[in-house]
């Protein structure tokens, strides 16, 4: 994964936990700061870039990794 300002770790929790949490973290962060989030809910893999879809974040990057994935998005 590329370099980040900030990191989210939502492992455990289900949809839609990671999504809220993302959308609260990244309403405090200014324009062009990166967040990484991991997260263990398969349905993540559906919601994240949909959520970056309909706020107007850019998914960097995505990464499956061992019971879950990664997700690199930029505000």
């Known amino acids: 994964m590329m370099p980040h ?16 949490k993302a959308k609260k973290m990244l309403a405090k962060m200014s324009a062009g700061q990166k967040l990484l989030i991991e ?18 974040f850019t998914l960097l990057e995505t990464a499956a990794v061992d019971g879950g994935h990664k997700f690199l998005v930029q505000k």
């Open 5 to 20: 300002d900030f990191r989210l770790d939502v492992k455990g929790t289900l949809c839609p936990i990671p999504v809220i």
């Open 39 to 56: 997260t263990t809910d398969p349905v993540a893999q559906i919601d994240i870039p949909h959520m970056c879809n309909q706020l107007g």
